[in-house]
């Protein structure tokens, strides 16, 4: 499930330590943190997924739930390879989940069905 949507407290601390109080499958709130340097990275000032370290040329990182509750975002300024900035965003809850009340990483995968029909 999405994180935001069974946490309380949500914050990034250190510009890069997603921390938050996570309902586990009891129903009972539990500490949990996770470090986003793990899993994004800066590539010549694009944020992307499946990188790391993004916070050694980040700035001005925040975060904030947006669109009526719906959406976790991670804004940070990055440095590109020649030393421009850019101000980026990213939605965590594209990959980012609670499971049982700790904070798991992975791709969401849509199902896809396709009429298949015999041709004529």
Excluded: K
């Excluded at 944020?47 to 790391?52: E, F, N």
């Excluded at 509750?69 to 965003?89: A, H, I, K």
Aim: proline share 2%; charged share 25%; aromatic share 10%.
């Amino acid at each position: 499930m999405s994180f935001h949507l069974s946490a309380e407290d949500i914050r990034v601390d250190d510009n890069h330590i997603l921390r938050a109080r996570l309902q586990n499958g009891n129903g009972d709130w539990q500490d949990a943190e996770f470090d986003l340097d793990q899993v994004l990275g800066n590539q010549d000032g694009m944020i992307h997924w499946d990188g790391r370290d993004f916070s050694r040329s980040a700035h001005d990182v925040t975060f904030s739930i947006e669109g009526g509750g719906q959406v976790p975002v991670l804004r940070v300024f990055l440095r590109s390879n020649n030393g421009n900035e850019f101000s980026r965003d990213v939605n965590l809850a594209e990959r980012i989940r609670n499971d049982n009340g700790n904070f798991t990483y992975g791709m969401t995968w849509s199902l896809l069905i396709l009429d298949a029909r015999p041709c004529d």
